[in-house]
Each structure stands twice: as structure tokens, then as C-alpha cells.
């Protein structure tokens, strides 16, 4: 059922629609908290749906909500859970959000 739901949710985070994908990284930013390690299945559709466009996009209100997420995953969920998506995503990465996910794993 999380696979389902998530799977959904994913694609509003890969939106075309700027004001879509950035209600639903907002959305993202306020259930992480209370769903915290119960992401654990879903972290590996999550994380790449987070970082791939939005951390580097030039729209600051999408660049903001995506730091925000990534932030909120941080201080919400299992840092082991979070060590092999952010590294496989870091090695593919350019540009800010490459930069911002490093800091984030130092």
C-alpha cells in the first residue's frame, strides 16, 4: 500500500507544473515528520524523486522546498537509511545540488 501511494506521489515530485511540484515537496516536508523511519521502503523512490530536477532548479521557491525536505529527512529518519541513496545520488549529480547533497553526507 505505501509502494502505491508513494509511486503516485513521486510523479507530482517530477511535475512539469512549477506550482505542482512545489506543493508537493511542501506536502513531502510536512509528512516526513510524521512518518519518520516508516519511509524506510519508500526512501529509494523518494530520494531521487526529491534531488534529481528539484535541488537543482532555478526556481527558488522549488530549490527552497527540496532543501527543505532534505533537511527534514535528515533530522526525521534513520541517517543508515539515508547513507546509500544519498551516496549513489551525489555520484550522479552536478552543479548546487551535488554540492549541497556532499554537505550533507560530511
Known amino acids: ?9 513521486t ?12 506543493v508537493a ?3 513531502m516536508h510536512k509528512m516526513i515528520p510524521l512518518l519518520k523511519d516508516n519511509l524506510s ?3 529509494s523512490l523518494l530520494i531521487p524523486a526529491i534531488v534529481d530536477n528539484n535541488l537543482n532548479s532555478k526556481n527558488p521557491g522549488i530549490y527552497a522546498a ?3 525536505v532534505i533537511q527534514a529527512l535528515c533530522q526525521h529518519v534513520d541517517n543508515y537509511l539515508l547513507l546509500q541513496p544519498f551516496c549513489m545520488k551525489v555520484q550522479l549529480l552536478n552543479g548546487k ?4 547533497l556532499a554537505e550533507k553526507l560530511a
Open 97 to 100: 545540488a551535488k554540492q549541497d
Open 25 to 27: 515537496l511542501e506536502t
Open 41 to 43: 521502503p519508500v526512501i
Open 11 to 22: 510523479s507530482r515530485l517530477h511535475e512539469s507544473n512549477s506550482k505542482v511540484n512545489q
Open 1 to 9: 500500500m505505501l509502494f502505491q501511494i508513494f509511486d503516485a506521489f
Open 66 to 68: 527540496a532543501t527543505n
